[in-house]
């Protein structure tokens, strides 16, 4: 395994621990398959590695006893070494009919969203996978349409702002749908009849405004409703397009390709891959083809 290969993975690891806090991994729906159990004592290939904000030991970072002080480089090559380390380590045996099966889905996925692009007149524009990448698609897409400054294309906390602000000022748009600040699988998802309390859901809007947690669906909503403006999310399906806002303002609303290419050029495109990124799922945007 190659090292730019490992820090993809190891960096979209990260991203989806970060995910896990809020309990709404980009509100789309589920692959058709669901992964096998990793053997005893050991942790799934979609597994979280134990122990810390990088799952990993911190010690060693400095040198005790009046030792001297390590350098910021230093610290950070140890901790990329531990983390190839903890990497390698924590893969279960390989199981030769799961791999082909997530081979078999990353290559349906490639070519659905490749069809449906070339349907679109679109082409994927890479966003950088680091937790942000959801906000980041979507502010590329709202200034190449003229509707934010184009100096906050690749400013993901522009759209964050927008979508925690409108949010707060409109709860009972989606409070009453979100169990848990921690997510829906969490203990006190079943409190207060499973409805986020008004300070709870008051945190809930500061993750989205102010940490690096995923965006889904509920935020998706808000920022086609805080900027008037249909978001259509391709993905591998089905559906193949799932469309926000618009016309009837729908919430997830099913569309064909050639149904997204009737709405127009005032739609904010962007794509959703569970498989196409390794370990992690990712939004990247969908720009004008050259």
Excluded at 49 to 65: K, P, R, W, Y
Excluded at 110 to 119: E, L, N, P
Excluded at 191 to 207: K, P
């Amino acid at each position: 395994m190659s090292d730019e290969k490992l820090e993809q993975d190891l960096e979209l690891e990260k991203m989806r621990q970060r995910e896990q806090g809020i309990g709404h991994g980009g509100g789309l729906p589920p692959a058709e398959s669901a992964p096998p159990p990793a053997p005893s004592g050991m942790i799934g290939r979609q597994g979280e590695l134990a122990g810390g904000q990088d799952g990993l030991s911190q010690a060693g970072e400095g040198v005790g006893g009046g030792g001297k002080k390590k350098s910021s480089k230093q610290k950070f090559e140890e901790r990329q070494a531990r983390k190839k380390e903890a990497m390698l380590n924590s893969a279960p045996p390989s199981n030769p009919e799961w791999d082909a099966q997530l081979e078999k889905e990353r290559q349906e996925e490639i070519r659905v969203i490749s069809d449906a692009c070339t349907t679109l007149g679109r082409e994927i524009h890479e966003i950088t996978p680091d937790g942000h990448c959801m906000y980041h698609a979507i502010a590329h897409q709202l200034a190449s349409l003229g509707m934010i400054p184009s100096d906050q294309a690749d400013n993901p906390g522009y759209t964050r702002q927008a979508a925690a602000k409108y949010m707060m000022a409109n709860p009972e748009e989606f409070r009453f749908f979100l169990p848990s600040v921690n997510g829906e699988d969490t203990a006190e998802a079943t409190e207060h009849e499973g409805v986020m309390t008004e300070e709870e859901y008051s945190r809930y809007c500061g993750n989205v405004q102010n940490t690096g947690e995923w965006g889904g669906e509920p935020e998706i909503q808000a920022l086609s409703r805080a900027f008037k403006i249909p978001i259509h999310v391709i993905q591998r399906g089905p559906p193949t397009v799932v469309s926000h806002g618009g016309v009837n303002d729908t919430a997830g609303g099913s569309l064909t390709p050639q149904q997204s290419v009737a709405e127009g050029d005032r739609v904010v495109r962007i794509s959703y891959h569970r498989r196409m990124y390794g370990l992690g799922e990712h939004y990247n945007s969908l720009a004008k083809a050259a």
